[in-house]
């Protein structure tokens, strides 16, 4: 079967002043992540890759906390981030990129 790329875009994560919206959107667009990744799933026979590309940025510890406890039991998931701190949790495994080089 052939490799199929399917984006689930959640669109802007609300500014930074507009902080009353923040824990709507990642509660109902985690929850609509996982209904698509569900459905995927069962489609493809496999568990799909996440991959959540600098959402960490944007968000306080607290909701860092709460997308990582929710992303823990998707499956096969990547989180980029520019800075590691931004991590809420340890990795399974970390890979740390550098111009020209890429280590574990």
């Not at 493809?44 to 991959?51: A, E, K, R, V």
């Not at 968000?59 to 991590?87: F, K, N, Y």
């Not at 949790?89 to 740390?96: F, I, K, M």
């Amino acid at each position: 079967m052939p490799k199929r790329t399917i984006v689930h875009d959640a669109g802007p994560i609300p500014e930074l002043g507009e902080s009353a919206l923040r824990p709507a959107w990642v509660d109902v667009d985690l929850e609509a992540l996982e209904h698509n990744l569900r459905i995927l799933r069962e489609r493809i026979g496999s568990t799909p890759l996440l991959l959540l590309d600098d959402v960490l940025s944007e968000l306080d510890p607290q909701r860092r906390e709460v997308l990582a406890t929710r992303v823990a039991g998707m499956g096969q998931t990547m989180i980029t981030t520019t800075h590691r701190s931004a991590l809420p949790v340890e990795p399974a495994q970390l890979v740390e990129v550098e111009p020209g080089t890429a280590w574990t």
